[in-house]
């Protein structure tokens, strides 16, 4: 007689993926809501549990890990990518995050943060961005705006900052996307399609530190200024933003240009239409930070920036080591051993 | 004239006495471009192959080519062959190759008086005297001061030339064949056979048959023009070394590492990763490792020293058999990632190459200076096993023990070895497979708390916690850098915990010692009125200083260290046999303060701090002083 088995109903839950470690991040960090979101993505994207790995550094953000019930390892100050790159080498299998903060990757770990972007293993690397160091308690970081008054800027920074997104682009990076803490749903689809994408999917998560730097990307999330400060990328549309979605962008040659929609007879087919794969339109989309364009300043761009897959790095060194098992074969242990020059006494 | 020449040969033949030697040393010396290490090479090969033991010694400038015909720019390969027991490169030579005018300045000193000097005129004209630094109007080919010496003067470059004519090769390609001639004429006067060298040739140049040929052609002329010309009274017999009787190859160090580290991967059944950058003297590990693709070996050249090692954390987090290899600089770099290892509690071999530091230093030089960094070089309180190849074939089983100790006892192993025993090679009887020592690995596969609760960090009777691969199902779980809660390994910043945890890993270390063989005199004496007591590099010099004494008759042992953190067990009873304790090291006197601080023996020491290693007579010197 046949018999029908069926399958327990074992789909995993957000909670499925929250450690019972007591999480010690300060009330109203921007970092809980990342964590938040990561567990709430985490049983939708189909990999089994055990194959999730988070590997951090130092810092606030580093933290993370403890408080996913996944493997990982807290790791030193910026080496985190490192670690990664040898856990993902070793066992392409495995699924893996770097979570990391913006002194971590950019300060002390940014040779790694540029090679692992030229390298692309399959990774997902997440910056939480508060532009501060918050763990050691309030100095300027790499990403704090010029002229921040810190403990160790007194007197304002003279620091130009990075910009993340150009950065990763500048270093070959074949994924870039950048989101918030304070827009659940726009974060849960950007870690979505960064773990869908085959590469390293850089991820720069604005967060915001209430202690030492609060409301710092309070423009891009708050009601009043979001929408002229901001705009949200989508593949094949145009971009478009302001209150009333009034205002438009063009490219004119290689200079963009805001047009204001209720003004013109532009129509919206005739607006710059993102296209995730065009790596010199996303140079410029990254620009839209602090460069002015024929004076103008450009919203914050938010969603996937660039991505567009190319082959990976752990895949094509098991494919080379298949490629020359096949040719050459495995050499036994004792051939190893003798070498092929030999005499005997 | 020239029609008698093709008469020489009986003439020549009938001249030439034979002289037997027990051992010889041959220093070839020349430009850095004039291929001395591969000439070297190619006569130790051939001599290894015909029986003789051997102890070679490469020695290079770091500058690839530095300013051609100075002083800064001469390149060296040394070998001691012998019909008996041969443990180190030699102090002086009986036959010195001198291809230019700095190479003779800078190797004279160490020609044995009445030793063969070879030269090559050409490089003893005007220009090269004078890159040389000889005063001008002085060339010491002519000025009488070599008459100490047998002295051939040849014409390396014109006879190669000559011997080329017609090759169809350029001027460059000529002028690079010369070391072929200088390889036959050596060849001739060993009496050895060229088909190593010839075999070499062919399969180096498989692709480039007018290269091969004429690599050949004027290996052989080498050859010919010993033979055929009068001026060469003497040749060389080293009869075959009675070593034990077994199959035999030659073996630089860092090529023993490299294959070292593939055994224990092979018998312990873990995939080998190498996480490693570029560094004098290390990098031919990353190198041969890399060949071995086909066993599922994987190396990656990291973007710098500390991701060398972080690669290798992640790989041995996984479950790989994880190994980083470097220099001294290299070696400071990953310091603060092998503090992470040392928490983590995860198998990690690595292997520090010395070379002479602080920094730079001198990158292509050797020392041994980097010990109480080993021992010490940790942030915090984080003893590791230390270990130090003695020679060339002992970088195999010292690696091959490196690693068995990291994933046996779940820690990270530092290897040290040096410059010198790195690229010096020497006959090895090697083991096979069988003759391997088991390497026992497992991993936990399910929960080793009561009611299916894990405890990363609950140790078993070696106090070795144990090894959990990501990917098992249901034992997810975090590790860190943190301080641990004792078994649970939850972050914990308990004081007790802490200081509960720092003895509880040190004491783990200290429990190797029950996994690792006793200190052993080497020539059996438990008693003596000297002992000395060496590590590393040192052996091979050490030894052969301390057999020189004994056949003086002078009441002297010698107990050599593998394994320094932690000592063997019995070394502090070991030491009590001996009147006095004398301790070489090229450093200012490591060991020394181990030895003293953890045994409260008085041992004296002998330190040198010059980029080479002892020779003989330095170390008999001093012991003959000692035993005064």
Known sequence: ??????????????????????????????????????????????????????????????????????????????RAAAIASGVKLANPDLDVWVISGDGDALSIGGNHFIHAMRKNFNLNYLVFNNQIYGLTKGQYSPTSEKGKITKTTPFGSIEEPFNPTELALGAKASFVARSMDRDPKHLQAVLKRAHAFKGTSFVEVYTNCTVFNDEAFFAYSDKETKKDSAIFLEHGKPLIFGHNDEKGIVLEGHIPRIVNLKETTISPDSLWIHDEKDKTKANLISRFFDTEFNGEHFPRPFGVIYADERPLYEEQVTESIKQVAAKKGKVSLNDILSGDKTWTI | MDTLESNAPLKARAKATVQESESIVVRFS??????????????????????????????FPAEIRAPIGTVAGVSGFQVHLGSKEIFTPGDTYDVLVAMNAAALKVDLSRLKKGGVLITNIAGFDRKNLGLAQYPEGVNPLEDHSLDNFIVHKIDLTKLTKECLTGSGLGTKEVERSKNMFVLGLLFWMFDKSMDSTIK??????????????????????GWDYGENTEIFNTRFNVNPAKLPKGVYRNITGNHATAIGLVAASEKSGLPLFLGSYPITPASDILHELSKYKANGVKTFQAEDEIAGVCSAIGASYTGSLAITTTSGPGMALKTEAVGLAT?????????NVQRGGPSTGLPTKTEQADLLMAMHGRHGEGPLPVLAAASPSDCFNMAYEACRIAVEHMTPVILLTDGYIANGSEPWRFPTEDELKAINVKFLTEANGVEGVLLPYKRD?????????????????????LEKQNETGNVSYDPLNHEKMIHLRAEKIERIADFIPLAKPEFGKNKAKLLVLGWGSTYGSIKTAVLECMEEGMDIEQVHLYYINPFPKNLGELLKGYDNVVIPEMNCGQLLQLIRAKYLVPAVGLSKVQGLPFTTAELKSKFVELLK
Not at chain 2, 31 to 58: I, Y
Not at chain 2, 202 to 221: G, P, R, S, V, Y
């Open chain 2, 343 to 351: 928490i983590l509690e995860i198998p990690l071999v690595i292997v």
């Open chain 2, 30 to 59: 020349g430009d850095s471009g004039d291929g001395m290490q591969l000439t070297g090479m190619q006569f130790t090969d051939t001599a290894a192959f015909l029986g003789n033991d051997l102890s070679t010694f490469p020695d």
């Open chain 1, 1 to 78: 007689m046949d018999t029908t088995t069926i399958e327990p109903n074992n789909k995993l839950v957000a909670k499925d993926f929250a450690s019972n470690q007591e999480v010690k991040w300060c009330p109203g960090c921007g970092d809980y809501s990342i964590l938040k979101q990561v567990q709430t993505v985490f049983p939708d994207l189909g990999i089994p549990k055990e194959k999730f790995v988070f590997i951090s550094g130092i810092g606030c953000s580093s933290r993370f890990t403890y408080y996913m019930d996944t493997y990982g390892i807290h790791s030193i100050h910026g």
């Open chain 2, 461 to 481: 009777e070696k106090l070795v916690r144990p090894w959990i691969k990501p990917g098992t199902k249901g034992l997810e779980h975090r590790i860190g850098g």
């Open chain 2, 200 to 221: 070499f040739i062919e399969e180096k140049f498989a692709k480039k048959q007018d290269l091969a040929n004429a690599n050949i052609k004027t290996l052989k002329a």
